[in-house]
């Protein structure tokens, strides 16, 4: 069982996992100035917050998968 968790994580995983979770904190920071230049109702702004972190979901898909 540790093995194959082990051999599961690789340093792609770990590097695109990383990089998947800056875009989404990302894009947290974004939708924030865009509601300081722009008043945005609170729906928009979890909208643009949910569509924006679920962005990073096919760059994950797309390189944690290659071999």
């Known amino acids: 069982m540790e093995s194959s ?3 599961a994580v ?3 995983l770990v590097c ?5 979770i800056f ?3 990302e894009s947290y920071r974004l939708v924030d100035v865009l509601n300081g230049v722009w008043v945005l109702s609170v729906e928009v702004n979890a ?4 569509l924006l972190a679920f962005s990073a979901l ?3 898909m ?3 998968s290659k071999k």
């Open 62 to 64: 797309k390189f944690a």
């Open 16 to 20: 695109v996992l990383l990089i998947s």
């Open 10 to 12: 690789t340093p792609r």
């Open 5 to 7: 968790i082990k051999s």
């Open 23 to 25: 875009i989404m904190f």
């Open 47 to 50: 909208i643009l917050k949910i």
């Open 58 to 60: 096919p760059f994950f």
